[in-house]
T-cell receptor, first 111, second 113 residues
Framework: RKEVEQDPGPFNVPEGATVAFNCTYSNSASQSFFWYRQDCRKEPKLLMSVYSSGNEDGRFTAQLNRASQYISLLIRDSKLSDSATYLC????????????FGKGTRLSVIA | NAGVTQTPKFQVLKTGQSMTLQCAQDMNHNSMYWYRQDPGMGLRLIYYSASEGTTDKGEVPNGYNVSRLNKREFSLRLESAAPSQTSVYFCASQSWGGDSPLHFGNGTRLTVT
């Protein structure tokens, strides 16, 4: 099992829709979880950290399910500007990389 | 408020040439990283430096060397470039290592012909 797995998509949704992505991880000892956003040919940017109790930032909600070892990102009222690739990041169980990135889920919001 | 600065933004090399990618951060972060990103492969860690004076190999270190010159600067060197090193390279920094988020530079787009 890969350390971090994401559905690559693309998810094509209309403006105003609600969309959710999941990310599964294999390291049960992982303590830190993040969602990053990456626009085409740009650097990844931190979208939000994911806390045990779940957290919300405007239209974005992140959840952690330790029992099933996944994190989720919910986007409400999608905007055209939300079109991007969303990367899941977790603490690694490998000695040579502190954090491991998923390959990303591509979202396209359509007018 | 520069954050993480990478130079150059673009570079074309011929096979066998050498070059150094520069990275500097002004956030007083302890840890710094070099990643490469290829289509369909996601971000892969080349080398990292947990603190000034230390460096460690990541997942794909072969063909690269690094120098943590001081707390601010972390450079990546390609001694003899190969076409397989054509990629986008990102430098990142992290405040106290371990579990804090990474902050990325704008990237260097390298083509080796």
């Amino acid at each position: 099992r890969k350390e971090v797995e994401q559905d690559p998509g693309p998810f094509n949704v209309p403006e105003g829709a609600t969309v959710a992505f999941n990310c599964t991880y294999s390291n049960s000892a992982s303590q830190s979880f993040f969602w990053y956003r990456q626009d085409c040919r740009k650097e990844p940017k931190l979208l939000m950290s994911v806390y045990s109790s779940g957290n919300e930032d405007g239209r974005f909600t992140a959840q952690l399910n330790r029992a099933s070892q996944y994190i989720s990102l919910l986007i409400r009222d999608s905007k055209l500007s939300d079109s991007a690739t969303y990367l899941c990041v977790v603490t690694s169980n490998s000695g040579n990389t502190p954090l491991v990135f998923g390959k990303g889920t591509r979202l396209s919001v359509i007018a | 408020n520069a954050g993480v600065t990478q130079t150059p933004k673009f570079q074309v090399l011929k096979t066998g040439q050498s070059m150094t990618l520069q990275c500097a951060q002004d956030m007083n972060h302890n840890s710094m990283y070099w990643y490469r990103q290829d289509p369909g492969m996601g971000l892969r860690l080349i080398y990292y430096s947990a603190s000034e004076g230390t460096t460690d190999k990541g997942e794909v270190p072969n063909g690269y060397n690094v120098s943590r010159l001081n707390k601010r600067e972390f450079s990546l060197r390609l001694e003899s470039a190969a076409p397989s090193q054509t990629s986008v390279y990102f430098c990142a920094s992290q405040s106290w290592g371990g579990d804090s988020p990474l902050h990325f530079g704008n990237g260097t787009r390298l083509t080796v012909t």
